[in-house]
């Protein structure tokens, strides 16, 4: 008997310990802007979602043949505006919300990277809205792409209040889509694929949606890319570009399938490839 209590004192101490090494949610100010990254899963994928992958390099930064990887979402909170950029599976979404004090009522902007389900499944259940109050914001070329692919459903609860946009090309000028937020083309992954820059008081963070979803070998050796990128090479091409970019600029990023805090700066290493720094 005293045994087991004690065992589970033990266990019950276990638990908090894993609850408190893993978090959920980390709070990054960009100037006046807060970004919030939200954890929906941890899971471990295979290194059979590479394309064409160099068995050297795989041996090199996959020994295991697995990886870690987790599905994001991100919060932007601005003097004018709450902003969720993707709505992930719409899981645990929810609890993270309101973690952070918001409802889904206060959402006034949701903006999407691209149109895959672990990306917009949150958006509404059962043909209803989740963010009732919420205009949804989608690239015109992700749209069409969209339609013609995985239908409309997930747009249909949302009417008129869907506002499409072009990208604009990173490194260029680039009018705000929302204050403090510009739209930036990484077709590749999908035809429409968008990252978010979020910039105040002369600070950016870069919301680089699926530029990366194995960071263990795509960071080092950014040509690889994955079975599920519509295009791999355009995938590869705007991968480097927008490394170097975050790189040159010491410009943060955040990744909707990074590890926690999936927040980081990206630094060049040798032969091409680079290193993520987490952000603290
Ligand atoms: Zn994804």
Redesign the pocket.
């Known amino acids: 008997m005293k045994t087991n209590i004690f065992l589970g004192v033990l266990f019950s101490m276990a638990a908090v310990h894993v609850f408190s090494a893993e978090p959920n949610i980390f709070t990054y100010k960009v100037g006046n802007i807060e970004v919030s990254t939200m954890v929906e899963n941890r899971g471990q994928g295979r290194s059979s979602v590479l394309r064409n992958p160099n068995p050297a390099m795989v041996q090199k930064y996959l020994p295991s043949g697995t990886y870690a990887s987790e599905?994001n979402t991100v919060l932007v909170k601005t003097p004018s505006h709450i902003i969720l950029v993707d709505t992930g599976f719409g899981t645990t979404l929810f609890a993270n919300l309101t973690s952070l004090g918001v409802s889904p009522g206060q959402i006034d902007a949701v903006l999407i990277t691209?149109s895959?389900g672990?990306?917009i499944n949150g958006l509404q259940k059962d043909g209803k809205a989740l963010f009732p109050n919420a205009k949804v914001y989608v690239s015109v070329q992700e749209k069409d792409f969209w339609l013609n692919s995985n239908g409309a459903a997930a747009l249909t609860p949302y009417g008129n209040n869907v506002e499409t946009f072009r990208p604009g090309e990173i490194g260029t000028q680039i009018p705000d889509l929302l204050p403090g937020i510009k739209a930036i083309a990484a077709f590749g992954h999908t035809p429409g694929h968008t990252m978010f820059m979020v910039s105040s008081e002369g600070k950016e963070l870069l919301i680089w949606g699926?530029l990366v979803?194995v960071e263990d070998i795509q960071i080092p050796v950014p040509d690889q890319s994955v079975t599920y990128d519509t295009n791999p090479l355009a995938a590869a091409e705007i991968r480097k570009k927008v490394f170097a970019y975050a790189a040159n600029n010491t410009v943060p990023i955040a990744g909707?399938?990074l590890r926690y805090p999936a927040i980081a700066f990206i630094t060049a290493g040798s032969e091409g490839g680079y290193t993520l720094t987490p952000a603290k």
Request: aromatic share 0%.
């Open positions: 599905t691209h895959h672990d990306h699926d979803h909707l399938h």
